[in-house]
């Protein structure tokens, strides 16, 4: 089972910040579907393919995987480099195992079965 959405919420607003002051994970930067407003959302990142793949621990009904797929393209912050990226999808477990050529580790506590992948940009 995922995560549910509520938790997210928690994380999104006890632990990220937490996270992001320590500014070793993951980063990506995307603009507010609604608001417009730059948001930063920590999370591992996994080189696919000619672009990254995020899993999806919440589902795709996350504010951050919303605000992507609305926008189109996102920023990412890795080891203190800066990814554009673009043509976000949503994708299930086995396409993005193909992607990776290796099999998955998804923490025993959750079952995450999709998966969103994006292009490095130009």
């Known amino acids: 089972m995922r995560m549910p959405l509520w938790w997210g919420k928690v994380n999104k607003r006890v632990f990220n910040p937490i996270v992001l002051r320590r500014g070793k994970s993951p980063t990506l930067t995307h603009v507010g579907r609604k608001s417009g407003k730059e948001f930063v959302t920590p999370l591992d990142a996994y080189e696919a393919d000619g672009g990254y793949l995020f899993m999806l621990v919440y589902g795709p009904k996350s504010d951050w995987v ?29 396409a993005a195992a193909e992607l990776l050529q290796k099999e998955l580790k998804i923490p025993g506590y959750v079952e995450i079965d999709e998966f969103l992948h994006m292009d490095l940009a130009g």
């Open 66 to 94: 919303r605000n992507i797929l609305a926008s189109g393209s996102a920023t990412l912050r890795k080891e203190g480099e800066t990814y554009d990226l673009v043509n976000p999808r949503v994708i299930d477990k086995a």
